[in-house]
T-cell receptor, first 114, second 113 residues
Framework: DAGITQSPRYKITETGRQVTLMCHQT?????MFWYRQDLGHGLRLIYY???????DKGEVPDGYVVSRSKTENFPLTLESATRSQTSVYFC?????????????FGPGTRLTVT | SQKIEQNSEALNIQEGKTATLTCNYT??????LQWYRQDPGRGPVFLLL?????KEKRKERLKVTFDTTLKQSLFHITASQPADSATYLC????????????FGKGTKLSVKP
């Protein structure tokens, strides 16, 4: 199916574990984004990518690693999960840069770190 | 630093009335402003985009205004329906070429029948 998908949808992990959240889009959009959404903070940008092999930090990058070897995939890795990383994570894509292009969001991954 | 505020966490209105949501920003001048709808357990969905040189934009029952002097956008839903109940997010661009947006915390709209 066309669109943007995330997996897993729900994940429970322990403090200190490595966990990878997957994001896949079928539109061949150049830009991809990772956000986290927490009560009281709204959506905050973690990392973004302008194209394959080009990534950059957003507002809250500490503790996260991204890669983009293919245009359609943008995995987010928590190298050593902490309780403060319990959140809902959204992946998004956009066809181009600039605020004049809408972002398409995935369904989200709810991550709980115990 | 950039700051964006949606000054109502929740808004309750009666079906058929017009819902008006507010988005205020400080410390910068965005060229574009976007509004998204988010239902519980789902990702945000794009609704409307307005440019700084546009005063008003309409789409069906939705209307957005953008006042760069007041640094404010208003989002209106006319003839509201219970199906319009959701959280609405405004988002502004940082400017530049990165394509990054800064999002407000959202306003949860409840339309009662």
């Amino acid at each position: 199916d066309a669109g943007i998908t995330q997996s897993p949808r729900y994940k429970i992990t322990e403090t200190g574990r490595q966990v990878t959240l997957m994001c896949h889009q079928t539109w061949s959009h150049s830009y991809m984004f990772w956000y986290r959404q927490d009560l009281g903070h709204g959506l905050r940008l973690i990392y973004y990518s302008a194209a394959a092999d080009i990534t950059d930090k957003g507002e809250v990058p500490d503790g996260y690693v991204v890669s983009r070897s293919k245009t359609e995939n943008f995995p987010l890795t928590l190298e050593s999960a902490t309780r403060s990383q319990t959140s809902v994570y959204f992946c998004a894509s956009s066809e181009s840069a600039g605020g004049n292009h809408e972002q398409y969001f995935g369904p989200g991954t709810r991550l709980t770190v115990t | 630093s950039q700051k964006i505020e949606q000054n109502s966490e929740a808004l309750n209105i009666q079906e058929g009335k017009t819902a008006t949501l507010t988005c205020n920003y400080t410390n910068y001048s965005p060229a574009y402003l976007q509004w998204y709808r988010q239902d519980p357990g789902r990702g945000p969905v794009f609704l409307l985009l307005i440019r700084e040189n546009e005063k008003e934009k309409r789409k069906e029952r939705l209307k957005v205004t953008f006042d760069t002097t007041l640094k404010q956008s208003l989002f209106h839903i006319t003839a509201s329906q219970p199906a319009d109940s959701a959280t609405y997010l405004c988002a502004l661009d940082y400017g530049g070429s990165q394509g990054n947006l800064i999002f407000g915390k959202g306003t949860k709209l409840s339309v009662k029948p």
